[in-house]
């Protein structure tokens, strides 16, 4: 159990009034949560401060060699008031395995928990009740030695700021564009591709700027060795329905393995509905839509909950799903989903987690 030390701010910032704007990731809450490692002692040293700016020397080895984690996790208003967490546990477990890819010292699982239900129990006036709205939660963890030299770091820094937020996509509900990359890769197996790291996304910018200049939304990634295999949306896992069976890609050391990506396949199943783990190539994509097979696509994860796709872009190819509208798969996974996260159905599969 850690004994957290609080330091309450003596000047809180104006929140957020209901019917806000709020964007994704633009406004920060009062406080942070930060813990200390130091190899010899371990973990240490977990607080609560007003959020403020880290100092940090121009040698600290994260910003040169990259050794970092991060998460990302939401809190939930429920009618009752209640703040709930959605499967925190998934994200505590995924963290250590990050850390264990990076060479990151591994973090007690309750230690992460507990810290995580302190910090959104000191911001709690924070958590937005509009319709759509969430407190978003960043724990990230970052090597702190000031050396110039690739090797694991001695000493690290676990942190946790939290966001209230909107709506991910501006565009809410409606279908985004996806454009398939031809020409860059994300991952390999036996890289990082299965883990939570800011390198996964540095070298994604490039293809999502392209996507961007384009009128497209997303990137999503083919396998980075034959090039033909469809793996993950840059921000997102992937989903399709063929002739009736919900596809993904399987799990296979490149691809990021999702909370959400896990709760559609548990719900789905609980439906009746087939789920396919598996590889899917390109061109059975191409053969699904020119046979009028490919029903729906859309993505998953924790900052858009269900993302429907109405446009995939291959190379010339441009593939319109069904109608380009919200499919009644995604809209009822997204329906579902989001009342367990806000309490306003019961949760038969026992996901939620209150703050108290």
Known sequence: MLDIQINRTTAPKQKPTPGSALGFGHIFTDHMFLMSYTEGQGWHDPRIEPFSNLSLSPATMVFHYGQAMFEGMKAYRAPDGRALLFRPDMNAKRANVSNKRLCIPRLPEEDFLQAVKAIVKVEEGWIPSDPGTSLYIRPFIIATDAFLGVAPSKTYLFIIILSPVGAYYASGMSPVGIWIEDEYVRAVRGGMGFIKTGGNYACSLIAQVKAHDAGYSQVLWLDGIERKYIEEVGAMNIFFIINGVLVTPELNGSILPGVTRDSVIKMCASWGIPVQERRIS?????????????????????????????????QDHVMTISTGETGPLSQKLYDSLTAIQWGQIEDSFGWTVEVK
């Open 282 to 314: 390109v061109e059975e994509l191409l053969e699904a839509q020119r046979s009028d097979a490919l029903e729906e696509v859309f993505g998953t994860g924790t900052a858009a909950v269900i993302s429907p796709v109405g446009r995939l872009r291959y």
